[in-house]
Each structure stands twice: as C-alpha cells, then as structure tokens.
C-alpha cells in the first residue's frame, strides 16, 4: 500500500520538488497551493489551502481523507520569506511571517494528530531551515520562526512518543529555488542608518540562493527520513560550510562565533 502524502506549500520550489520525487517512489502525494487552479499540470494532486486559516486546513485534511481514507506523512513546507532591519520592518509584516511559517505549522500538526492517532500511525516532517540555528543580519524575523519550529518539533515529540507517531526536522541551507521572488523586503531607505550594510547583505542573500543547489537533495532527504522506521529530531541539507557553521555555534565562545559573522557579513 502507497503512503499518502501531503506536502503545504506543494506548487513550487522545494515543495514540488519533493511532491514529484515522491510521487515518482510510488507514494500518492497532495500538494497545496492558496490557489490550485493555477496547477492544472502538476504530476501530482493539488489542492486549496491557506496556512493561516484553520478553516483552511482542516477543510485540506478532510480532502484527504475523503480521497485516500488516511494521511500517513504530512511534510510542513510551506514558508515565506522576510528580509530587513527589525527596526525598520513593519509590525504587520513580522506577524503575517509567524503567521505562516511558525503558527501555519503548529495549526496543521494540531489538526492533523487526532487522525493519525486514530489509525496510530503517522510521520510529521517540518522543513525549517538551518539560518534558525543563529540569529543573522537582516534576516532575524526569518530566523526566529524556523528556529521557534526547531523548537517546537522538540517538545511536540515528547507529548505525542505514547501514539506511534514520529516527528522530525528537516533543516535546510540555501537551494536554488523561487523564495526571493515572495519574500518580503524591507524597503532600504535613503535615510536609513542601515542602508549601506542591509543592502550589501541583501545582495548577499540572494546571490547565495541564486548559486544554490538542486532541492532535489532536499527531496531524497525526505525520502530517506519516510523510510526510516524512528528518524531523528533533526536533519540538516546543505553545502558542508553551511552545516559546519552550526557545529561552531555549538563549540565556540558566542563572541567569537559572533566575529565570525561580522567578518563573513562585512558588518
């Protein structure tokens, strides 16, 4: 019998990527999408969803299930991004960030336990990213949701180890994918004390994921960790140095791993 996967955030990027890898291993795979219509000619199912709307996602849930009868794998990988001074960056654009990439998650776990408790059974895979193991410039409001849902991932597999139910993270570093186009940027303004340094790590940015890798690697990943009977609490993919940083935030003084960034950023 073929696992029944769905994957937020289903329709481009990481997320197709890993939608088509697993539909290609013999697994039946939904996607979501705010607006399916526009993906008539996915290789896999898309369907309707919104992250942010509890109506939203147990009306996305129940889809599945009326299809497929169950959920066996749900991969949180819906996500956008936010770059700016938090200073600078307006208040409504902070929560609307938390909004999807931290609450949208913790409202899909929550809505989707009571089913996989019931058959007793069931894999919950958030993909967060490895910028949430440190605070970086400019990106802090991005940071602080993947590293909150590192976090929560820790303490949801302490309540839910009695009901057969595994959970785990997938962290990971930059891939070439389409997050700059929706990401969220502060503007740099003229008058800005931090125009010059937000700019040049700006840039910075997204040259990094412009020359990222193929989130295919990300898509075997996800794969491995499906088929793998107690997977653990956390993944990381990316490029070695990217990987490594988070070993030397683990085992140097934090001032020093701290010049580091500011060398590595030119702050």
Do not use: W
């Amino acid at each position: 019998m073929s696992k029944v996967v769905l994957i937020t955030g289903g329709s481009s990027g990481i997320g197709k990527s890993i939608g088509e890898y697993l539909t290609q291993k013999g697994m039946t795979v939904f996607g979501t999408s705010r607006n399916p219509q526009n993906y008539s000619g996915s290789k896999f199912s898309i369907i309707a969803l919104d992250v942010t709307k509890n109506d939203s996602i147990l009306s996305c849930i129940q889809t599945v299930l009326d299809a497929e009868g169950r959920i066996d794998v749900v991969i949180n990988n819906a996500g956008v991004g936010i770059t700016g001074p938090i200073e600078e960056i307006p208040d409504e654009e902070i929560k609307r960030n938390f909004e999807t990439n931290f609450f949208g998650p913790i409202n899909v776990i929550k809505a989707v336990l009571p089913h996989m408790r019931q058959q007793n059974s069931g894999l919950i895979i958030n993909i967060t990213s490895i910028a949430g193991y440190m605070g970086l410039p400019y990106r802090g409001i991005y940071t602080a949701c993947k590293g909150a849902l590192e976090l929560i991932t820790e303490t949801f597999r302490l309540e839910i180890k009695d009901f057969n139910i595994q959970m785990t993270n997938i962290a990971p570093g930059d891939f070439a994918t389409n997050i700059a186009a929706g990401r969220f940027h502060a503007p740099v303004k003229e008058d800005s004390p931090y125009k010059e340094k937000y700019r040049s790590v700006l840039k910075a940015i997204d040259e990094d994921v412009n020359k990222g890798n193929n989130p295919i690697a990300i898509a075997k990943m996800v794969y491995k960790v499906i088929e793998t009977r107690r997977p653990k609490i956390h993944y990381k993919v990316g490029a070695f140095m990217q990987k490594f940083s988070i070993v030397l935030k683990r085992i140097l003084p934090d001032k020093v791993f701290e010049k580091m960034l500011i060398n590595h950023y030119k702050l």
